[in-house]
């Protein structure tokens, strides 16, 4: 069975501190993708990854591919309120089946 | 349309009626799925349509749980009889490709909210 740990499940901070979400699995991914929700919405695409060790970067959102393909992480520099949100990665063996992690919650005070 | 468009955006039933919900994809989407998600929760998959077909419905919960697709595009997601843990929010997506390294790409709606009395 194919699983996507996420942690921490549960993030609150202060306005400009940094911050590092993680997604781990035994399973390796043909591609991974990061997705931010907020309440009443569905989840939107932030970054797909496919390549072992790459590193993407959106503004003060860095996204980590793991060497082997079964991990990945998400940095936050300096967050701000308006980066609040549930973040959800979510996992693809190059079928037709995306697995989902939990998702980290993440509240940023101003 | 211009997104993944579902209906009724809200739903409240009593325990043991059916319910229909309806999702309108992205057009020229062939790709098409269906989540839900529990309060708080992360997405657990229900099925996958390419085109009409569904190659994989081991998602379905029970079989008081089933799906269709026609003419390629709507779809709706039936729960006959429901329950209460039926209560949650299901998600519609699509998505251009799929059986590619881009295939996890989805698009989705803002979700039915279900809650079984």
């Known amino acids: 069975t194919q699983l996507l740990e996420q942690s921490p499940q549960f993030l609150s901070i202060q306005e400009g501190e940094n911050l590092t979400v993680y997604c781990n699995s035994s399973s390796v991914f043909s591609s991974l993708q990061w997705y931010r929700q907020e309440p009443g919405e569905g989840p939107v695409l932030l970054v797909t990854?496919?390549?072992?060790?790459e590193v993407k970067k959106l503004k003060r959102l860095t996204f980590q591919f793991g060497d082997a393909r079964k991990d990945s992480s998400l940095h936050i520099t300096a967050a701000q309120p308006g980066d609040t949100g549930l973040y959800l990665c979510?996992?693809?063996?190059?079928?037709?089946?995306?697995?989902f992690g939990a998702g980290t919650r993440l509240f940023v005070k101003a | 349309g211009a997104g993944v468009s579902q209906s009724p955006s809200n739903k409240v039933t009593e325990k043991g009626k059916d319910v229909e919900l309806r999702c309108d994809p992205i057009s020229g989407h062939t790709a098409l799925y269906w989540y839900r998600q529990s309060l708080g929760q992360g997405l657990e998959f229900l099925i996958y349509?390419?085109?009409?077909?569904?190659?994989?419905k081991s998602g379905l919960p029970s079989d008081r749980f089933s799906a269709e697709r026609t003419g390629g595009s709507v779809s709706t997601l039936t729960i006959q009889r429901t329950q209460q843990e039926d209560s949650a929010v299901y998600l519609c997506?699509?998505?251009?490709?799929?059986?590619?390294?881009?295939?996890?790409?989805?698009?989705f709606g803002e979700g039915s909210r279900l809650t079984v009395l």
């Open positions: 349509f390419q085109g009409n077909s569904a190659p994989d």
């Open positions: 979510a996992g693809n063996t190059g079928g037709f089946k995306t697995i």
């Open positions: 997506a699509s998505s251009l490709v799929s059986g590619t390294r881009r295939a996890g790409e989805l698009f």
């Open positions: 990854v496919v390549t072992g060790g």
